[in-house]
């Protein structure tokens, strides 16, 4: 029990302050515990960190798969189109936790063996293997261009979505269903065969 109050306070934290600028101190003050207590629970405030990464990654891919089991896409594009969604849904659903990635990890972390560093290429990669395959089936399928290479493709709309989401973030743009759609729509007309 302890140990969540100290995630969700040091998310919050985290988010507001940054993590260099959130000392233990003020994360054991404002969860109410004492210092000590932390370091009962993780190792260090790294760790901490790393949980909250590891945690977004989870949740990330198991509302995916919710959502896609729940939509029930007919066909690759309606797929390709749920994977999309639904990752732009999660992430301005848990905007607080994406904050961390969007500002701190790049950061704070950046060495490709690095835990974090890792953690968050595996949210990439999963979302792109998604992106991927749906665009493989809708090859096979005969509604997606056999020209297409499913990887270059998943990889740039993969990236379309990484900065659409982070200029929502970050205030650039204002987060609006209409944008969404307008990506949707312009990825469907260069992947299709009509």
């Given at each position: ?13 985290f988010a ?13 003050k404002?969860?109410g515990v004492?210092e ?10 790294d ?18 798969e ?6 029930g ?5 309606e797929k ?5 969604k639904?990752f732009?849904v999660f ?13 701190d ?7 490709r ?7 968050i290429?595996?949210i990439?990669s ?5 992106l991927?395959e749906?665009?493989?089936?809708g ?11 499913a990887?270059?493709?998943a990889?740039?709309?993969?990236s379309t979505?990484v900065?659409?989401?982070?200029a929502?973030h970050f205030?650039?743009?204002?987060s609006s269903?209409?944008?969404l ?14």
């Amino acid at each position: 029990m302890k140990r969540d109050v100290i995630l969700d306070t040091a998310a919050r934290l985290f988010a507001e302050r940054g993590f260099n600028n959130t000392p233990t101190s003020l994360l054991a003050k404002e969860a109410g515990v004492a210092e000590g207590t932390i370091f009962r629970h993780f190792q260090t405030k790294d760790d901490i960190f790393f949980t909250l990464i590891n945690n977004v990654k989870t949740q990330l891919i198991s509302d995916i798969e919710k959502y896609l089991e729940v939509r029930g896409p007919e066909n690759a594009l309606e797929k390709l189109e749920s994977v999309i969604k639904s990752f732009y849904v999660f992430v301005k659903k848990n905007n607080m936790e994406f904050s961390l990635i969007f500002r701190d990890a790049p950061t704070r972390y950046g060495q490709r063996h690095d835990d974090v560093f890792l953690q968050i290429k595996e949210i990439y990669s999963y979302v792109t293997n998604y992106l991927k395959e749906s665009i493989e089936e809708g090859k096979q399928e005969g509604i997606i261009r056999e020209d297409v290479s499913a990887q270059d493709y998943a990889d740039m709309l993969m990236s379309t979505m990484v900065g659409l989401v982070r200029a929502v973030h970050f205030g650039f743009i204002d987060s609006s269903d209409d944008i969404l759609k307008s990506v949707i729509e312009s990825y469907t007309r260069l992947l299709t065969t009509k």
